[in-house]
């Protein structure tokens, strides 16, 4: 079981937190400290990409949710990107699709946070 | 001659966060029996992983999850136990949660067709999940 955690600056004051592998009670809280960093930094701008990410479960929605949440305090958003069926299935079911921007490409999620 | 897919699989895992990926692998091994197609195996191992999950997140100190796979013709069925006497329902508990904390359990019965759970003082909880084949 695995997770890589990739963190770049983008434009405009946006970071990606690039992730692949399988996020669940076990890896969800290094995804976790990743995303806290950040915002610790004061970067609230951030696109979280799902693309290489193979399984989520509830405990990575909840660290996706909690970032939302603390990003959003200061004015800031979350966009993901997210192209497996199976996770976009996962975000339907929750109505999490309501809450988060989900795009295709990193340049369309980067463009919607602007 | 009994039917090659109908079977019964126990599984004893440690109740910790690194041990939950055994649990998906093997359900999915135990699935691939059965005619389930990619998304109903994909199913099956988010809700075994979210049962666990469920079990280690409201439990305090070292135990084991049990969990028993019974296959049919066209049916899986997972038993997934917390052993520890005297464990509450947690499993009901987490129904009722609203927000991130009742989400794994709201996932477990979005996905299954079949889902009941038991609390005995002396046996533990039990949640038991069924899916059928084609449904």
Known sequence: MDIKVNVRESSDDAYVVELGGEIDVYTSPKVKDAITELIDQGHYNLVINLEKVRYIDSTGLGVLIGGLKRVREHGGSVNLVCTNPQIKKIFDITGLVKIFGIFDDEVGAQKALA | ?135
Do not use: Y
């Not at chain 2, 599984?11 to 005619?35: G, H, K, M, Q």
């Not at chain 2, 996932?107 to 533990?124: K, N, Y």
């Open chain 2, 1 to 135: 001659m009994v039917d090659s897919r109908i079977g019964r699989v126990e599984l004893r895992i440690p109740n910790r966060p690194e041990w939950v990926a055994v649990a998906r692998l093997t359900i999915s091994a135990v699935a691939n029996r059965l005619p389930f197609s990619v998304e109903d195996i994909e199913d099956l191992k988010l809700a075994i992983a979210e049962a666990c999950t469920t079990v280690i997140q409201a439990g305090e100190g070292e135990g084991t999850i049990d969990i028993v796979c019974e296959t049919d013709l066209n049916e899986l069925r997972i038993h997934v136990r917390d052993t520890r006497p005297g464990s509450a329902d947690v499993f009901q508990e987490r129904s009722e949660a609203s927000g991130i904390e009742g989400l794994g359990v709201f996932l477990i019965q979005a996905l299954m067709d079949e889902v009941r759970h038991t609390a005995d003082p002396r046996a533990g909880t039990e949640l038991v999940m069924i899916k059928r084949v084609g449904s």
